[in-house]
């Protein structure tokens, strides 16, 4: 049978130890103690049936045995810590795919990415639009979702940041579409059909009534945006989503922003082993979400 190699401890002790002949310095070294650079010499020593070194006044001298040993101990080590490096390369620079739903992405993520690859070029961070329930593990690492739905037990759910909602138009209509803090009655109303209840949820959290608007549907939300920096009409707006037209003054929010209850989530996989990117990039954008946490 093949004999039980000697303590792994005891040999990173030794090589130190060999490559600085001096049981001070190795200890310095390894942050260890004198006596356990001796003591696991010792062992080596006692184990192999030769003595390593030579001591003479508290210096030390490998002997042939021990020179032969600290070869073989070199070249082992630096082939671990080579796999290791190798190992840590491929898991930090495996790709990460992010699912996430499609105007948060074309409007809060992909305009604050370039800040990430500049902090991170070593992680290869993959998005696609997805909304609703999602299978992670198949494709997808990481989704970023609104918890307008169920959300699966099976996925941690990690608290992003809350959903604010007002209505928002090209600033020079305001005075077109709004007087006195109210939404005027022939304002158009831009609707979507991916969230098809924007504007009852505002109404029922600002008590304004929405009767005899002039109204327009589009098919996706962001499509309902755009149409209100176009001039076409008022747009529910997320404050997350605008918040970058709010700043270029592509857009104006006269009755400002309300929390309608709902929050932005992201899910992982609970059990599935994680890749390095994955973790610097959930890191990021939590840190992220903290920041623009509040309207």
Request: neutral net charge; hydrophobic residues 45%; proline residues 5%.
């Amino acid at each position: 049978m093949r004999r039980q190699i000697t303590s792994l401890p005891a040999l990173e002790c030794f090589r130190a130890a060999a490559e600085l002949e001096s049981f001070s310095k190795a200890a310095d070294q390894l942050n260890l103690t004198h006596g356990a650079i001796s003591r696991a010499v010792r062992l080596l020593e006692e184990d192999l049936g030769t003595a390593l070194f030579v001591r003479r006044n508290r210096a030390v001298f490998l002997t042939d045995d021990g020179r032969q040993l600290a070869q073989a101990v070199a070249y082992g080590f630096d082939h671990i810590e080579g796999a290791i490096q190798s190992i840590r390369a491929a898991r930090i620079q495996a790709p990460v795919t992010v699912s996430c739903e499609p105007t948060l992405m074309m409007r809060w993520l992909i305009p604050r990415m370039a800040g990430f690859h500049a902090r991170h070029p070593e992680c290869d961070i993959r998005l696609v639009a997805g909304g609703g329930p999602v299978a992670l593990g198949d494709g997808i690492d990481l989704a970023i979702r609104r918890d307008d739905f169920d959300l699966p037990a099976s996925y941690p759910a990690e608290f992003l940041f809350a959903e604010w909602i007002g209505p928002v138009c090209r600033p020079d209509l305001q005075t077109r579409f709004f007087d006195q803090g109210q939404l005027r009655s022939d304002a158009p109303l831009l609707h979507s059909r991916t969230r098809s209840s924007a504007w009852r949820d505002w109404s029922g959290l600002s008590r304004e009534g929405l009767a005899a608007h002039p109204e327009q549907q589009f098919e996706h939300f962001y499509f309902s945006l755009q149409a209100a920096i176009a001039g076409l009409g008022v747009a529910i707006g997320p404050w997350h989503l605008v918040r970058d037209d709010l700043r270029n003054g592509l857009l104006a929010a006269p009755l400002s922003f309300r929390q309608d209850g709902s929050s932005y989530v992201l899910l992982a996989a609970g059990k599935a082993p994680g890749k390095a990117a994955q973790g610097v990039f959930r890191n990021w954008l939590m840190a992220l979400a903290q920041e623009d946490s509040m309207p």
